[in-house]
T-cell receptor, first 112, second 110 residues
Framework: DGGITQSPKYLFRKEGQNVTLSCEQN?????MYWYRQDPGQGLRLIYY???????QKGDIAEGYSVSREKKESFPLTVTSAQKNPTAFYLC???????????FGSGTRLTVV | GQQVMQIPQYQHVQEGEDFTTYCNSS?????IQWYKQRPGGHPVFLIQ???SGEVKKQKRLTFQFGEAKKNSSLHITATQTTDVGTYFC??????????WGAGTKLIIKP
């Protein structure tokens, strides 16, 4: 079955450590996105990529980094520069243009 | 900047009652999408509205896009326990990215 796999589902890290969240899709979608969701708020865009080897900052990119070396993969690194990293992180993909997004099941990151 | 306001934040209903959530944009949208997120889950795409004044139905769900393409609504008739979750609208920006409402949480009263 086609879909998006995010791993791990839950992640705990100590403050000051970088952590990388995995996102893999087998939908053959060109566009991929990373969102952050905090309680009571909508989704906020961190980074997006419309094509391999290219990505753009979203609204809240500070403290995050990404890479897009393969069409299927779009990992997100949460760096120690991110002041409040505890959140629910969602990866999504789509066909570029006016189409709905397919989301992964998310990673809940807790930094202690 | 462009914003999409979604109200109400929460709606408590008895099973069988109707539910409505509204989205309003400060600027004209090229289209609007609706998603449902079950508790503990991830957003799932429901529908996209593109045309001014468009109305689409999915069983008990009715989606509307305003004439000015600045507002939209989702109405659920005769809610069931399976409808529980948070409903998000997301408007398409001029640069093709989505701008999300904060969501309306549908809670069924016991």
């Amino acid at each position: 079955d086609g879909g998006i796999t995010q791993s791990p589902k839950y992640l705990f890290r100590k403050e000051g450590q970088n952590v990388t969240l995995s996102c893999e899709q087998n939908l053959n979608h060109d566009a991929m996105y990373w969102y952050r969701q905090d309680p009571g708020q909508g989704l906020r865009l961190i980074y997006y990529s419309q094509i391999v080897n290219d990505f753009q900052k979203g609204d809240i990119a500070e403290g995050y980094s990404v890479s897009r070396e393969k069409k299927e993969s779009f990992p997100l690194t949460v760096t120690s520069a991110q002041k409040n990293p505890t959140a629910f992180y969602l990866c999504a993909s789509s066909i570029p243009g006016d189409y709905g997004y397919t989301f992964g099941s998310g990673t809940r990151l807790t930094v202690v | 900047g462009q914003q999409v306001m979604q109200i109400p934040q929460y709606q408590h209903v008895q099973e069988g009652e109707d539910f409505t959530t509204y989205c309003n944009s400060s600027t004209t949208l090229s289209n609007i999408q609706w998603y449902k997120q079950r508790p503990g889950g991830h957003p799932v795409f429901l529908i996209q509205l593109v045309k001014s004044g468009e109305v689409k139905k999915q069983k008990r769900l009715t989606f509307q896009f305003g004439e000015a393409k600045k507002n939209s609504s989702l109405h659920i008739t005769a809610t069931q326990t399976t409808d529980v979750g948070t409903y998000f609208c997301a408007g398409r920006r001029s640069n093709y990215q989505l701008i999300w409402g904060a969501g309306t949480k549908l809670i069924i009263k016991p």
